[in-house]
């Protein structure tokens, strides 16, 4: 069974940074590309970051290019994604997903951490 576990979310000022951490377990972490995605009050959960298993490519969305950057060391099972220039409006949970197959960019996902708290203050 596939366990992602997230961490690093917390209260931070607009313009400050956070980095977050998703500790997986159950499976061979370095064939599957793992994603962040978050989810805001009254939202609909969105598609934040992918990373491919090897960590040589990456998507974003747009609301988070060139602040945000997803990165992964398969050698401790654990996905990043490094948050930069936060604003209010990307004060949400947020969670890390893993797909059950190993195509590079799935249509969906299959596993969800727990999700972690982010919050920015303005």
């Known amino acids: 069974q596939v366990q992602l576990v997230e961490s690093g979310g917390g209260l931070v000022q607009a313009g400050g940074s956070l980095r977050l951490s998703c500790a997986a377990s159950g499976r061979t972490f370095s064939y599957y590309t793992m994603a962040w995605f978050r989810q805001a009050p009254g939202k609909e959960r969105e598609f934040v970051a992918a990373?491919?298993?090897?960590?040589?490519?990456?998507n974003y969305a747009d609301a988070v290019k060139g602040r945000f950057t997803i990165a992964r060391d398969n050698a401790k099972n654990t996905v990043y994604l490094q948050m930069n220039s936060l604003e209010p409006d990307d004060a949400a949970v947020y969670y890390c997903?893993?797909?059950?197959?190993?195509?590079?960019?799935?249509?969906?996902?299959?596993?969800w951490g727990q999700g972690t708290q982010v919050t920015v203050s303005s």
């Open positions: 990373i491919s298993g090897s960590g040589g490519s990456s």
């Open positions: 997903a893993a797909p059950a197959n190993g195509i590079l960019w799935p249509g969906k996902y299959d596993y």
